[in-house]
C-alpha cells in the first residue's frame, strides 16, 4: 500500500526530535514536497541528463 502524502509528512514529523522548531517541522515538509515534485518531474519523462544540463549551462 502506498502512503499518502499526509501520511509521509506525518511520518517525518514524527522523526523529527521532541525539541524540533516549528521551522525544522516546516522545513522538513519543504523538503517533502519538492522530492516530491521532483518524482513527479521523472515520472512525467520531464527531465534531462547531466551533459545535457552541462550543455544547457556551458560548464
Known sequence: MTATLRE?????IQQLS????VEEMM??????????????Q????RVVSHE????RFGR
Open 27 to 40: 522545513e522538513t515538509l519543504y523538503f517533502l514536497s519538492k522530492v516530491e515534485g521532483g518524482l513527479r
Open 42 to 45: 521523472v515520472d512525467a519523462d
Open 8 to 12: 509521509r509528512a506525518i511520518e517525518l
Open 18 to 21: 521532541p525539541e524540533a522548531s
Open 52 to 55: 545535457e544540463a552541462r550543455r
